[in-house]
C-alpha cells in the first residue's frame, strides 16, 4: 500500500492545488486521530483501510467541524454505490486515470 502511495503522491496529489498532506496513515485510528487534530478539509481514504468498516468511519468523519469531504478508493465499482450510501462524497476506481483523482480532489480541495 504504501508503495501505491507513493506513486499516487507523485502522479497526482502534489499537483493538486490548495491541498496539503497531513498524514498518510495505515490505519482508521490513526486517520481518526489526525483528522481530528488537523482539522482536515478533504479525506482520501482507501476502502480497505484497515480497523473500521467504512460505514461508522465515514459517519465519524462527518461528524468532525469543520465536516471534512471524504472521497473513498477502491477496486470495485459496486463497492463505490456502498460507500456512496454510507456518505462518502465521492468516489474513485483505483483503476481509474490519475486525472480523475486530480479532478475530483480540485473540485472538494479548493
Given at each position: 500500500?504504501?508503495?501505491?502511495?507513493?506513486?499516487?503522491?507523485?502522479?497526482?496529489?502534489?499537483?493538486?492545488?490548495?491541498?496539503?498532506?497531513?498524514g498518510?496513515?495505515?490505519?482508521?485510528?490513526?486517520?481518526?486521530?489526525?483528522?481530528?487534530?488537523?482539522?482536515?478539509?478533504?479525506?482520501?481514504?482507501?476502502?480497505?483501510?484497515?480497523?473500521?468498516?467504512?460505514?461508522?468511519l465515514?459517519?465519524?468523519?462527518?461528524?468532525?467541524?469543520?465536516?471534512?469531504?471524504?472521497?473513498?478508493?477502491?477496486?470495485?465499482?459496486?463497492?463505490?454505490?456502498?460507500?456512496?450510501?454510507?456518505?462518502?462524497?465521492?468516489?474513485?476506481?483505483?483503476?481509474?486515470?490519475p486525472?480523475?483523482?486530480?479532478?475530483?480532489?480540485?473540485?472538494?480541495?479548493?
Amino acid at each position: 500500500m504504501q508503495d501505491f502511495l507513493a506513486i499516487l503522491w507523485q502522479s497526482v496529489i502534489a499537483d493538486v492545488p490548495g491541498i496539503q498532506v497531513v498524514g498518510v496513515v495505515g490505519e482508521a485510528e490513526k486517520l481518526y486521530r489526525i483528522a481530528r487534530q488537523a482539522r482536515v478539509h478533504l479525506v482520501l481514504v482507501d476502502g480497505k483501510l484497515p480497523g473500521k468498516s467504512m460505514d461508522p468511519l465515514i459517519a465519524y468523519l462527518h461528524e468532525l467541524d469543520p465536516r471534512p469531504k471524504v472521497i473513498v478508493m477502491g477496486n470495485e465499482l459496486e463497492f463505490g454505490r456502498k460507500f456512496l450510501h454510507f456518505g462518502a462524497d465521492s468516489y474513485v476506481s483505483k483503476g481509474d486515470q490519475p486525472e480523475w483523482l486530480f479532478e475530483t480532489m480540485c473540485r472538494y480541495g479548493a
